[in-house]
């Protein structure tokens, strides 16, 4: 009789371990960045746009990275998920960790990355990357 109680915490745990990894979501099926970003007047920031296709209530934060010679900057958005592609905008500010200055029209590096964690524990996450060369426009 020792032997049996002695084994039901771990019984419990094995059993609740299987019913949270059945109801997780969490899954980016599509992160895309669209060609152009549009330059503020001042051309110190971008608007980094694209779309995300993602598990319905899903809450994906999405940071955005645009890069040229002289300047670089980030940003960051959240997303609300339904299962179909949603689009997104950041801004993105130039002069931010590291580059300096303005961004100047013409060819950048784009990058967008997108992080979704399990809904019953934090440190399960899922990330996404998408990266291409866009052009900035005023």
């Known amino acids: 009789m020792k032997l049996a109680t002695a084994w039901r915490p771990a019984l419990l745990a094995l059993a609740l371990t299987g019913a949270f990894a059945t109801t997780a979501s969490a899954a980016v099926t599509q ?34 990275q645009v890069v040229q010679k002289s300047t670089s900057g980030f940003g960051s958005t959240n997303a609300v998920c339904d299962g179909s592609a949603q689009p ?24 967008v990355s997108t992080s979704i964690c399990d809904p019953w524990f934090a440190w399960p996450c899922t990330t996404t990357y998408a990266d291409d060369v866009i052009r900035l426009v005023k």
């Open 31 to 64: 992160l895309s960045i669209d060609p152009t970003a549009q330059l503020s007047p001042g051309l110190l920031h971008a608007t980094l746009t694209g779309s995300i296709t993602c598990d319905n209530g899903d809450y994906p934060y999405i940071s955005g």
């Open 88 to 111: 997104f905008s950041i801004d993105v500010s130039s002069g931010i960790f590291g580059g300096g200055g303005a961004f100047k029209p013409g060819m950048a590096n784009a990058q």
